[in-house]
């Protein structure tokens, strides 16, 4: 954070000096997850349940505990000299900012940029919410589960294979019981694999390429080993993945019927590989992106079997593995929990009772996405949500995706790989989740037709909304408050309003619009010359902002972005709390004076990951020491000194040198302000002043200035030099 603002500051500051008008705005996200969180957290310690509280005091508390941390950073932050307008920042809580949110999801709703569709997402057990990307980090795991589960093949056009037992590989158990499909790789070669285990023979389509991992995994000798311990494998022959068109398997607990009686079709998949696995995916809609891809595009549907608090439908009583919560009440066990989804656990003793698990472990390492809030595991699950699409025509030419990739050609990124960072997210990324089920954040203001996904786009509806909105924020969005939003050409009792929120994302892609196209500070405009944040906001707040501005004005609210790397230890380490190795902007303040943490931030190669710790910060000190030694040396030189002779023609060659060395520097620091290259801006400075002037220039003329009389022309040309 202190990083972050110094650079802004810098910025401003810079570019005032070369002559332009740089006002800075401070601002603050006020709405989502994280305070949601924190107010819980004081609920939680209660024993109270957030969920009984009434939504319109929930967020008074929101609003309550926001405000107090934008009031306690202010203070922080101008302690830190950051120049700005901290009397009337922006803050998205405010009324105006929240009106403008929902009108530029307006601007969306009547351009028919928004759907209403079902689609596996990133979801948070613990939260009850969706989550966007940028809401996710990523956390490496060595204790997950790996399980090779065998389908029965039941029908095929494929000669040898009947009976065969197509081998899938999974490190999530939990998914198994909503599987619906396999999916194969068309030019994967398949080997059919004949084994001996005692007096047991079976036989298993894997993969050509992954034979050998499986057998390992299995615990089976290498093909064509011979008998080793009551056991050999051999191979009876291969086949194209093409020709497994038409093949159909029974789920492993087909004897349960009902849902797991169909049996389940072989597709394929362009997304299958021998990487790793077995080279046969099994396909669940409800918990996969390219699940759900390919089994809708087959008329298979997910069938919505995980609650939102992570656990299984209470109907599907079979899985067993009961929690039982505060009121006495037992419940289905969340999936993810280890005692559920562990190899020992309910998913896979099932498994093994109907003889299907040809191995599990809990030792598979791979990086898992977490909660970044909350630091608990999320899953793929498919709700109902509102989306933004990426790929469907605009007004105006163009779609949202195509608009942001020539964009994003178009601005210029600081440093450089900046662009092909956030080009890489906005070419792949999924359609737009804008949609969260919570409670603190600016409401999707839409009324849906009633038991349909089709909203209403009235344009008098909607302003009605967006100024009441203005006059009373997000609280104004409320059931009884229908009708009147309605108007008299609807009937309130065909429409229903729709409860969820807006990403947080989406609030501060707006920024650009309720700060620099408000009025409320005559001194912006738009488009913004510049964006600065850390890397981590190419998936954030750029890139939303991005997408914002190119749905409804054709262009990036920006022209230039500039991105800082992030602050580790002096060991190179993440700074952690549980490491001990966290470094407090305040306490360094303390210690050493603002000064100090300012030129630590202008001093080190912000664009990458950068260190700081006692030993840095005592360097930093002593070139604070020598700027200060220098400025100090020259006022104290120049009391009482209020000649010129810079238009006399007897300034010696000296003189005349260094002021030349002073204009060369002028250009350089021009050029690195113009770059924003401040590591190269301080360097600089400290070089002039430690070796040009100390160490040459002022050691030079130190005698002319204390034994010279008030008349000598030198003394007042070495004078005119240092003014």
């Given amino acids: 954070h202190a990083l972050n603002h110094i650079l802004k500051d810098m910025v401003c500051r810079t570019q005032n000096l070369m002559g332009k ?25 209660k024993k109270l349940n957030k ?26 932050l101008k302690r830190l000299g950051i120049m700005g307008d901290w009397d009337n920042p922006y803050l998205t809580m405010d009324f105006q900012a929240e009106s403008t949110i929902v009108a530029e999801l307006m601007k969306f709703a009547e351009a028919g940029n928004l759907y209403r569709g079902s689609k596996p997402i990133m979801w948070s057990p613990v939260e009850k919410t969706a989550l966007a990307e940028a809401e996710v980090e990523y956390e490496d795991l060595t204790d ?3 399980i090779d589960v065998a389908f029965e093949i ?12 197509a081998v899938i590989w999974t490190t999530t158990p939990w998914t198994i019981p909503v599987n619906q499909a396999l999916a194969y790789g068309a030019d994967v070669n398949y080997m059919l694999l004949n084994v001996v285990d005692g007096d047991e023979k079976s036989m298993y389509l894997v993969a050509e390429d992954l034979v050998p991992d499986f057998l390992s995994r299995a615990g089976l000798p290498s093909l064509g ?37 169909t049996p389940r079709p072989f597709l394929e998949g362009d997304f299958v590989t021998t990487d790793s696995g077995t080279g046969l995916v099994h396909m669940s809609p409800d918990h996969g992106e390219d699940d759900f891809d390919l089994c809708k595009a087959n008329g298979i549907n997910p069938v919505f079997a995980v609650m939102d608090d992570g656990r299984y439908r209470d109907d599907w009583s079979w899985l067993g593995a009961d929690d039982v919560d505060a009121d006495g009440k037992a419940r289905r066990r969340a999936v993810i929990n280890k005692p559920f989804n562990a190899p020992d656990g309910p998913i896979c003793n099932d498994l093994r009772e109907a003889g299907a698990l040809l191995s599990a472990s809990a030792d598979y390492a791979h990086s898992y996405p977490h909660s970044w809030r909350s630091k608990a595991k999320v899953i793929y699950r498919c709700t109902p949500q509102w989306f933004v699409p990426m790929d469907k025509e605009l007004e105006g030419g163009g779609t949202l995706r195509s608009r942001g990739m020539s964009e994003i050609d178009r601005v210029e990124f600081v440093p450089e790989k900046g662009q092909n960072r956030i080009g890489s997210m906005v070419e792949g990324r999924p359609d737009w989740v804008l949609s969260r089920q919570r409670a603190w954040g600016v409401p999707i203001t839409l009324f849906l037709k009633s038991g349909t996904s089709e909203y209403l786009s009235d344009p008098a509806v909607n302003a009605r909304i967006v100024a009441a909105v203005a006059a009373e924020g997000v609280d104004a969005w409320e059931e009884a408050r229908k009708a009147e939003f309605l108007g008299a050409d609807y009937n309130p009792d065909d429409y229903d309003m729709v409860m969820d929120i ?35 906001q190419h998936r954030g707040w750029f890139q939303s902002s991005l997408l914002q501005s190119c749905a409804t004005r054709g262009r990036a609210p920006y022209d230039q972005v500039l991105t800082h790397g992030f602050t580790m230890d002096s060991k190179g380490k993440k700074m952690s709390k549980s490491l001990g190795n966290t470094i407090s902007p305040l306490k ?27 030993e840095i910060l005592k360097g930093v000190g002593d070139q604070y020491r020598r700027l200060r030694n220098t400025f100090r040396y020259l006022l104290g030189a120049l009391d009482g000194f209020i000649g010129d002779m810079s238009d006399s023609g007897e300034i010696p060659e ?70």
């Fill in 21 to 45: 008008d740089a006002p800075y705005v401070p601002g603050w996200d006020c709405h989502g997850l994280p305070i949601e969180w924190k107010v819980e957290e004081k609920y939680r310690k």
């Fill in 51 to 76: 969920d009984e509280v009434p939504a319109k005091e929930f967020r008074a508390e929101c609003r309550t505990y926001a405000q107090g941390w934008v009031d306690t950073q202010r203070e922080q």
């Fill in 144 to 146: 997950s589960p790996q």
């Fill in 154 to 165: 039941i029908e095929t056009n494929a000669q040898g294979l009947l009976g065969a037992k």
């Fill in 225 to 261: 080993s011979g008998m080793v311990d009551g056991k050999s494998v051999e191979y009876d022959f291969v086949i194209k993945g093409s020709d497994l068109a038409g093949t159909k398997a029974r789920h492993p607990m087909h004897h349960l019927g009902g849902f797991y009686a």
């Fill in 502 to 536: 807006l990403d947080v994302w989406f609030d501060s892609g707006c920024t650009h619009s309720f700060v620099l196209e408000s009025g409320r500070w005559p001194d912006l405009q738009w488009p913004a010359n510049l964006y600065l944040e850390g890397s981590d």
């Fill in 588 to 614: 360094v303040m303390e210690q050493y004076g603002a000064d100090i943490v300012r030129l630590w931030a202008l001093s080190v190669d912000f664009t990458e990951d950068h260190r700081i710790g006692d």
């Fill in 654 to 723: 000296l003189e005349v040198y260094v002021l030349s060395l002073l204009s060369d520097l002028d250009g350089k620091l021009r050029k690195a302000a113009t770059e924003y290259d401040f590591n190269t801006y301080t360097r600089l400075l400290v070089d002039f002043c430690n070796e040009d002037l100390s160490a040459f220039f002022f050691d030079i003329r130190k005698d002319t200035l204390y034994c010279d009389g008030p008349d000598s022309t030198t003394r007042n040309a070495y004078r005119t030099v240092l003014d």
